[in-house]
């Protein structure tokens, strides 16, 4: 089994959504995020979800994003809502063996592949 496996990508035009899973051996019931890498673009994280379901979400998604988890079905999920064309990006799963804050300072253990996601104008 994959340790982490992302699904859900695709293309949309503006306006639209899209949502994300992620699931796998990795999964973990502590720190769990999002991630995107868009083209030319360094990896930037999206929203993370902690051990007692605090939630992150950066700036540009708050108001269109929302980060959830099933810890009784392991996956990690991503609603995407008034997607914009510089949304478009690899979007990654990624999980941690400790707390976001921790993970802040040291990273996360463990990566998806990736699903693209391409938003046109």
């Known amino acids: 089994q994959e340790q982490l496996m992302e699904s859900g990508g695709g293309s949309v035009q503006a306006g639209g959504s899209l949502r994300l899973s992620c699931t796998g051996s990795?999964?973990?019931?502590?720190?769990m995020g999002w991630f995107r890498q868009g083209p030319g673009k360094e990896r930037e994280k999206v929203a993370d979800?902690?051990?007692?379901?605090?939630?992150r979400i950066i700036d540009f998604a708050k108001g269109r994003f929302t980060i959830s988890k099933d810890n009784g079905k392991n996956t990690l999920y991503l609603q995407m809502n008034n997607l914009k064309p510089e949304d478009t990006a690899m979007y990654y799963c990624?999980?941690?063996?400790?707390?976001?804050?921790?993970?802040?300072?040291?990273?996360?253990?463990?990566w998806g592949k990736g699903t693209l996601v391409a938003v046109s104008a």
């Open positions: 990795a999964y973990s019931e502590h720190c």
């Open positions: 990624a999980a941690s063996d400790v707390d976001c804050f921790v993970a802040d300072s040291f990273g996360m253990d463990f």
């Open positions: 979800i902690d051990t007692d379901g605090t939630i």
